[in-house]
């Protein structure tokens, strides 16, 4: 587990008043079939934030599944986009003790208070980085969402460790600024 979700997990039982464990006993009595689902119920019945929820319910689904192995399960095959990936992850960490990190099944969602960065291995040459940057335009390099819809208002497809420049630093930078 890395070092900010092992932090989240070990700021839950304050900030939420159970823990991990506990929360994961609530869920397996509840079965929800969708994620969506979990999500309402935590969020609207025990008024835990959107970042904890979704944390909670990723690491609740299975014990085999940790966040490691979701990380490893989306690179197999996609080997050669894993040093692209570990910058990404090196950058968003020099932000701040606020930045959560959450693999999910396809994806691996950087919040702070919200969503602010999306890291998708798209195909076995290319990641998608998604970015939450509303009323900045697009341009050649930095497009419209496209298949992340409204998860993300832009995305920058990277092929190369090379393309985690200036240019997109200051990018996922403005995203977690605006996302306090």
């Known amino acids: 587990m890395d070092k900010a979700l092992q932090t989240m997990v070990n700021n839950m039982p304050e900030k939420t008043g159970k823990s991990l464990a506990e929360w994961k006993v609530i869920l397996q009595k509840k079965a929800f079939a969708k994620h969506g689902e979990a999500m309402k119920f935590l969020k609207g019945e025990h008024g835990v934030t959107h970042g904890f929820a979704n944390t909670i319910i990723q690491l609740s689904k299975n014990n ?5 192995d979701l990380v490893t399960s989306q690179y197999t095959g996609k080997e050669s986009l894993i040093p692209i990936y570990e910058s990404l992850i090196k950058v968003v960490e020099s932000f701040g003790d606020d930045v959560v990190i959450t693999p999910k099944k396809t994806s691996v969602s950087i919040i702070r208070k919200k969503q ?8 076995k040459t ?4 998604g970015f939450k940057l509303k009323d900045v335009p697009t341009n050649e390099r930095l497009q419209d969402s496209g298949p992340f819809g409204s998860m993300c208002t832009h995305r920058v497809q990277l092929t190369s460790k090379d393309q985690v420049d200036k240019e997109l630093i200051a990018w996922m930078k403005e995203a977690y600024q605006k996302a306090n």
């Open 116 to 123: 602010f960065v999306l890291i998708k291995p798209a195909t």
């Open 126 to 129: 290319r990641i998608d980085l």
């Open 64 to 68: 085999d599944n940790e966040p490691d």
